[in-house]
T-cell receptor, first 111, second 114 residues
Framework: GNSVTQMEGPVTLSEEAFLTINCTYT??????LFWYVQYPGEGLQLLLK?????DKGSNKGFEATYRKETTSFHLEKGSVQVSDSAVYFC??????????FGAGTRLFVKA | KAGVTQTPRYLIKTRGQQVTLSCSPI?????VSWYQQTPGQGLQFLFE???????NKGNFPGRFSGRQFSNSRSEMNVSTLELGDSALYLC?????????????FGNGTRLTVT
């Protein structure tokens, strides 16, 4: 079946540190891949997406590359800020009528 | 462009009651998906509607139901509430999901069952 596995949190970093949140997936065919972010008291917001192998999604300094050979879509940012503290969700759409989410990774960034 | 609107933001109900949650999608979006978010289970898919038709349903008991109207607005209903139904219910609208469209979420309805 289709599923998403992402690293457990919480992840705690100091401001300006490098961020990596690992995400791997299991899917038939060629799914679209997404990263969403959820701030306290809000719904999820799309952070970035990639729809085919080797695509790189990027937004607000965050990047993720669709790696079909390793079935991965790791999220990276070169220098995190306190305002990046949130919960990050990796997700996939295998081409049907449902988007499947990982468990979420909470990020704390200390000043 | 207005975002996805969910009402009400907060609800407190007692066991055995029923509840109806409402979702107004972004203008032009005909797909509406519903999710239940809890600390222990994460985001669990409830159902997806497109042009008033339910196209997919998650693994929830029949007490959970939904519908979509001709203007794409959607409602979900939970009957005979249980304590375990306490959660944040999120609605998301999109262009057709089969077109690799991302979801646009509302801020959710926080349901507490006592």
């Amino acid at each position: 079946g289709n599923s998403v596995t992402q690293m457990e949190g919480p992840v705690t970093l100091s401001e300006e540190a490098f961020l990596t949140i690992n995400c791997t997936y299991t899917a038939t065919g060629y799914p679209s891949l997404f990263w969403y972010v959820q701030y306290p008291g809000e719904g999820l917001q799309l952070l970035l997406k990639a729809t085919k192998a080797d695509d790189k999604g990027s937004n607000k300094g965050f990047e993720a590359t669709y790696r079909k050979e390793t079935t991965s879509f790791h999220l990276e940012k070169g220098s995190v800020q306190v305002s990046d503290s949130a919960v990050y969700f990796c997700a996939l759409n295998p081409g049907g009528f449902k988007t499947i989410f990982g468990a979420g990774t909470r990020l704390f960034v200390k000043a | 462009k207005a975002g996805v609107t969910q009402t009400p933001r907060y609800l407190i109900k007692t066991r055995g009651q029923q509840v109806t949650l409402s979702c107004s999608p972004i203008s032009g979006h005909r797909s509406v998906s519903w999710y239940q978010q809890t600390p222990g289970q994460g985001l669990q898919f409830l159902f997806e509607y497109f042009s008033e038709t339910q196209r997919n349903k998650g693994n929830f008991p029949g007490r959970f139901s939904g519908r979509q109207f001709s203007n794409s607005r959607s409602e979900m209903n939970v009957s005979t509430l249980e304590l375990g139904d306490s959660a944040l219910y999120l609605c998301a609208s999109s262009r057709p999901l089969e077109d690799n469209s991302p979801l646009h979420f509302g801020n959710g309805t926080r349901l507490t069952v006592t």
